[in-house]
């Protein structure tokens, strides 16, 4: 047969498909609905993102001005007022959140201490409202492929229960020619699934992002699509009667995309446990009482310092310094105590990553869990890019608050220091000029570099890729059989 009787007969298979399917009034009712689903998502989300993205902009603007227009304060007083760090979402987030929903979204900024991430969606809301949440993401990775069993179960294996497969390789069709022409039908249906996320890359594009992290994410996404396209046909080519197909297409719908995900998180926190909040605080306080008090100069903890800035100088008493002994003391004391939260910061951040990797290997086993991964990392919405807005806002905390322990040491004297509270005219004293607030710097969160995110995503297209080879491989046997 040649190349081009070959290529009219799949385009007639698939235009006999869309017929059946036109005629069906369950197939067409599905694909409305899952089309609408998709829509309302996208719409929902991004309306959503956009939202938050302003509010989050204005609050991070709002933090930054009130702590400028603080009046004239002792500096200390500002290093417990403290400062905000908020975290605007990617442009892509409009596809998918993330982990943002779960991980939290600002910071507050204070000294002596590292404060969680707060006001995660998640944690914040009941059960019911997460019905209210689905994303574009999860619409896809999860009610795409129901959608195309539900349409497209039957496809090869009503051919065998009504007996019309022995005709229609009996007119000349090859069984490949009508595996190929029942899969461009899908296909179709998956380019139909992927329009009003096309779209909203395009807009996403327009608001920053890199165009060739959102062509990579929509080549993900039709890559697993194409995936579940392969596997409602090999499972329809298999069986020999429509029940038998659902069936078995249903099961491995329940296992790759609801039972494996789950399998994956709980393997990771087995395989490599990390510590309880409780246990790991009750670890940071044990060392931090090591140090010293920052707040008590006296604390034989600071003795060294006292020592070596009394030679440094060749005074005889702290009162005799050129600097404030006293924000000698809570400098020193926020470096040391900083390294020690950090340590244990980075720690976490490390089990957490750990955990995050070990369950991305089952990618190998669910393209769910390949589609999860590759899709967060492109949008800039994974465990990676929350660890560096950590890190990042960390960065601002310690910035800020030795900046304003150096205005300690510098601009304040030590007898007005410890004097500070004998009177109104005394605690004035005390005061420095709050034209020292301006030291606070613009805190702007990017995402991660479209290079990094493309790099980071490489397992997971390899995942992908592995699983259209097998399901390739396993058509082509299937319709061996089939002959």
């Known amino acids: 047969m040649s190349v081009g009787m070959t290529t009219n007969a799949v385009f007639s298979v698939a235009k006999d498909e869309w017929r059946y399917w036109v005629r069906s009034k369950i197939a067409v009712s599905v694909l409305i609905i899952g089309l609408l689903l998709t829509i309302s998502s996208v719409i929902v989300t991004l309306a959503n993102m956009h939202e938050l993205s302003h509010q989050r902009s204005s609050m991070q603007n709002n933090a930054e001005e009130t702590f400028v227009d603080q009046p004239d304060r002792h500096p200390h007083r500002m290093v417990h007022y403290g400062h905000y760090a908020f975290r605007v979402p990617s442009p892509l987030s409009i596809l998918d959140p993330g982990v943002d929903a779960y991980t939290g979204n600002s910071i507050f900024l204070e000294g002596h201490r590292q404060n ?288 304003l322990n150096k205005v300690h040491v510098e601009q304040l004297s030590y007898i007005d220091d410890i004097n500070r509270s004998k009177g109104e005219e005394a605690w004035k004293k005390a005061r420095v000029s709050a034209d020292n607030w301006q030291m606070i710097q613009d805190f702007t969160f990017e995402t991660d570099a479209a290079e990094t995110r493309l790099n980071r995503s490489i397992p997971s297209f390899l995942q992908l890729a592995l699983w259209l080879g097998i399901l390739a491989f396993g058509i082509r046997l299937a319709g061996r059989q089939s002959l």
């Open 116 to 403: 969680s991430a707060m006001f995660a969606d998640q944690k914040q809301g009941t059960g019911l409202t997460s019905l209210g949440s689905l994303s574009p993401a999860f619409v896809v990775q999860v009610l795409a492929p129901l959608l195309l069993i539900l349409i497209a179960y039957s496809s090869m294996s009503r051919e065998k229960e009504s007996q019309t497969l022995s005709f229609i390789l009996s007119q000349g069709t090859s069984i490949y020619a009508l595996i190929l022409g029942k899969g461009l039908a899908l296909l179709s249906v998956v380019g139909l699934i992927l329009v009003p996320l096309a779209i909203a890359g395009m807009y996403a594009v327009t608001q920053g992002e890199s165009g060739i992290v959102v062509v990579g994410f929509l080549l993900a996404y039709f890559f697993y699509l194409l995936v579940w396209a392969l596997i409602v046909l090999l499972f329809s080519s298999l069986f020999s009667k429509n029940s038998e197909s659902f069936t078995a297409l249903a099961f491995v719908w329940i296992l790759l995309c609801i039972a494996m995900p789950r399998i994956a998180s709980t393997t990771a926190a087995t395989v490599s446990p990390s510590s309880g909040k409780l246990e790991t605080d009750f670890a940071v306080l044990a060392e931090l009482r090591t140090l010293g008090d920052g707040h008590n100069a006296n604390d034989p903890a600071f003795a060294k310092l006292k020592a070596s800035l009394l030679e440094k100088y060749n005074v005889d008493k702290v009162e005799d310094l050129p600097v404030n002994f006293r924000g000698m003391v809570a400098s020193a004391s926020e470096e040391e105590l900083t390294h020690v939260l950090n340590r244990f910061a980075e720690q976490s951040m490390q089990d957490e990553l750990a955990q995050t990797q070990i369950s991305r290997y089952f990618g190998w086993l669910s393209p769910m869990v390949a589609i999860r991964s590759l899709s967060m990392i492109s949008a800039g919405s994974s465990i990676e890019t929350h660890h560096r807005f950590l890190r990042e806002a960390e960065e601002l905390r310690y910035s800020f608050v030795q900046s």
